[in-house]
């Protein structure tokens, strides 16, 4: 199954500055996603990213507030800009798992994920 | 419209006691895959479960089964002879394949298993 690589995996930031987070993957995908997890909360999902194309947002979050990156199908990079201290949360990217042969999918592998607090 | 429900906010448990998590589910689709993830205090989500809409049967692991039920849109988790490394958050997740397969989670249980 896939491996992701997060980083950074915390950072504190000053309230009005940028934060890009990075996913590498060890095999190709085909979509990443992007996921917020606000203080005690569940995941929600920020964007849908596929190489080649504009990342799919969901309601609630806009491009200039989380430009995405996908240069290839092993990378991708989420942008927290104009950051706020609501935009302290868990940012974690993910990818769909597959065997070797990807004809059966292990389901949806996470990376470590990115503790961001905004003062 | 999707959606997931997890009821139970926190259970508390004393270690070796079996506990079942409830999770209830929405959809409209025909074809989709319910998850089980685990959240530990270090914060990474650990896959446990992945089941397609088209197999009922339950499924066993070690200490965890899990009981997927159609016809109530229930999947629910249960821990046999809990451990205090079972302590964690736990995510009940669906995707329906006509959706991006993107991933809808649900609020979460809060599992503490004490010594």
């Known amino acids: 199954s896939a491996v992701i690589s997060q980083k950074p995996s915390r950072d504190i930031c000053q309230r009005g500055t940028s934060l890009t987070i990075q996913c590498q993957v060890d095999?190709?995908?085909?979509?990443m996603f992007w996921y917020r997890q606000q203080p005690g909360q569940s995941l929600t999902l920020i964007a849908t990213a596929n190489q080649g194309s504009e990342a799919t947002y969901e309601s609630g979050f806009v491009i200039d507030k989380f430009p995405i990156s996908r240069p290839n199908l092993t990378f991708s990079t989420l942008t927290v800009s104009n950051m706020s201290p609501e935009d302290s949360s868990i940012y974690l990217c993910s990818v769909e798992a597959w065997d070797r042969f990807a004809t059966n999918s292990y389901g949806y592998t996470f990376g470590s994920g990115t503790r961001l607090t905004v003062v | 419209a999707q959606k997931v429900t997890q009821a139970q906010t926190e259970i508390s448990v004393v270690e070796k006691e079996d506990v079942t998590l409830d999770c209830v589910y929405e959809t409209r689709d025909t074809t989709y895959y319910l998850f089980w993830y685990k959240q530990p205090p270090s914060g990474e989500l650990v896959f446990l479960i992945r089941?397609?809409?088209?197999?009922?049967q339950n499924e066993i692991s070690g200490r965890y089964s899990w009981n997927f039920q159609k016809s109530t849109s229930s999947f629910n988790f249960t821990i046999t002879a809990s451990q205090v490394v079972d302590s964690a958050v736990y995510f009940c997740?669906?995707?329906?394949?006509?959706?991006?397969?993107?991933?809808?989670f649900g609020t979460g249980t809060r599992l503490q298993v004490f010594p």
């Open positions: 997740a669906l995707s329906e394949a006509g959706n991006t397969d993107k991933l809808i």
């Open positions: 095999s190709q995908v085909t979509m």
């Open positions: 089941r397609n809409s088209f197999d009922e």
